[in-house]
């Protein structure tokens, strides 16, 4: 079975601190996403990589940056978090013409 | 226009019932087309992928792809109480371009 796992369920941090959101997976994928999903707005994709060190920017790259090191893993950054950045964040992964498959989800809270 | 639309509901369905739901896009070049069920506080599953026109069955589920029509539906024979979801529709838009794009989901409640 495909895994993919973020490192926390539930987060909550500052205002201004800089965050980061770890993301890992089990099955070799050469793709991984980011998204955040909010009540009405649905999934909406942040970054993805297609590759190591390969990133492009999604619908809502503002206030995020990515790092993707190494294969299996990919980290979101909030560089400064704001209130704004208070969401859902799921991290997915896949093989190109293969469905994604998501982590368990983080909720972060920005207080 | 939305690049993924779907009906948010709620939409009721006795248990038993077919429950249909649908998901249009505005890009012509999508490719891959996905189904996606998500209970309230966990994340996405895929429960159906389709690629190309037509009927494709797993157990319960059909989905419908129409590319000219540029509709896809997702049909659950038998209702039952634990298919109560929101279900998210996706949209590939080819296979050298990677990027998922999500509609914002209907929600399903199965009525005992």
């Known amino acids: 079975d495909v895994k993919v796992t973020q490192s926390s369920r539930y987060l909550v941090k500052r205002t201004g601190e800089k965050v980061f959101l770890e993301c890992v997976q089990d099955m070799d994928h050469e793709n991984m996403f980011w998204y955040r999903q909010d009540p009405g707005l649905g999934l909406r994709l942040i970054y993805f990589s297609y590759d190591v060190k390969m990133k492009e920017k999604g619908d809502i790259p503002e206030g995020y940056s990515v790092s993707r090191e190494k294969k299996e893993r990919f980290s979101l950054i909030l560089e400064s978090a704001s209130t704004s950045q208070t969401s859902m964040y799921l991290c997915?992964?896949?093989?190109?013409?293969?469905?994604?498959?998501f982590g368990q989800g983080t909720r972060l809270t920005v207080v | 226009q939305k690049e993924v639309e779907q009906n948010s509901g709620p939409l009721s369905v006795p248990e038993g019932a077919i429950a249909s739901l649908n998901c249009t896009y505005s890009?012509?070049?999508?490719?891959?087309f996905f189904w996606y069920r998500q209970y309230s506080g966990k994340s996405p599953e895929l429960i159906m992928s389709?690629?190309?026109?037509g009927d494709k069955e797993d157990g319960r589920f059909t989905a419908q792809l129409n590319k000219a029509s540029q509709y896809v539906s997702l049909l659950i024979r038998d209702s039952q109480p634990s298919d109560s979801a929101t279900y998210l529709c996706?949209?590939?838009?080819?296979?050298?371009?990677?990027?998922?794009?999500f509609g914002t989901g209907t929600r399903l409640t199965i009525i005992p």
């Open positions: 997915a992964s896949s093989f190109p013409t293969v469905p994604a498959f």
């Open positions: 389709i690629y190309s026109n």
């Open positions: 996706a949209v590939r838009l080819n296979f050298g371009n990677e990027k998922l794009t």
């Open positions: 890009d012509r070049g999508s490719q891959s």
